[in-house]
């Protein structure tokens, strides 16, 4: 019968495949950051030189008591020595947005491409004269107007807005949204990405 060799982990094999997180670029960043030797973060937290430079060449993994005496000898909160380790930005250039193309040159681009886990943001760029038509939904709804004027309807409620007017609503009552002009209007719209189910057809952008 084989042996398995055990840790305060459990078998070897199980702590070889957990990934670690990986905290020495972090700590020698906001050590240089906050203009400090490795001897000051030694002496602010107790612990040694050079298990210090091993952590910061990857060479030791700290115990969360040792990262918590780090943390606080660079006055910082201990979650971001474990920025080094998080996911990189997402990023969506502008030419690689989906595009729905609509009448009379409208269009709906998703701002985000499809990345953000939370929620839902499009542009729509739509030509004076054309509206979404009447629709429902659930989820709340955010608008910012980037361009034109616009008239947005909901329920008995009108409102006409322009560059820099915010408007949120609750889009389980009947709305409509259209551009007025005189220029092509663009507007951000901003929702929960799986609160959206329709209650009618979602809105489409549609020619006067």
């Not at 240089?32 to 060479?59: F, H, M, P």
């Not at 004269?129 to 910012?144: I, K, N, P, R, Y």
């Amino acid at each position: 019968m084989s042996e398995e060799k055990l840790d305060r982990d459990g078998p070897a094999s199980t702590a070889r495949s957990v990934s670690r997180p990986e905290v020495g670029a972090e700590v020698r960043r906001w050590r240089q950051t906050r203009a400090l030797t490795l001897a000051d973060v030694g002496e602010r937290s107790g612990l040694n030189i050079g298990y210090l430079s091993q952590i910061e060449n990857a060479k030791a993994v700290p115990s969360l008591d040792a990262l918590s005496a780090i943390a606080g000898a660079l006055d910082v909160p201990i979650a971001w020595l474990f920025l080094d380790s998080a996911p990189a930005p997402r990023v969506v250039r502008e030419a690689d947005r989906p595009r729905t193309r609509g009448p009379r040159g409208a269009s709906i681009q998703e701002v985000d491409g499809g990345t953000a886990r939370d929620v839902r943001i499009l542009e729509a760029v739509v030509p004076p004269g054309c509206s979404t038509g009447v629709h429902a939904h659930t989820g709340d709804e955010h608008h910012l107007v980037l361009a034109g004027r616009w008239r947005m309807t909901q329920g008995d409620q009108v409102l006409e807005v322009g560059p820099g007017d915010y408007v949120a609503w609750d889009p389980t009552i009947p709305h409509d949204v259209e551009s007025l002009g005189p220029e092509t209007g663009r507007i951000l719209v901003i929702y929960p990405r799986h609160a959206r189910r329709g209650l009618e057809a979602p809105g489409r952008v549609q020619g006067a």
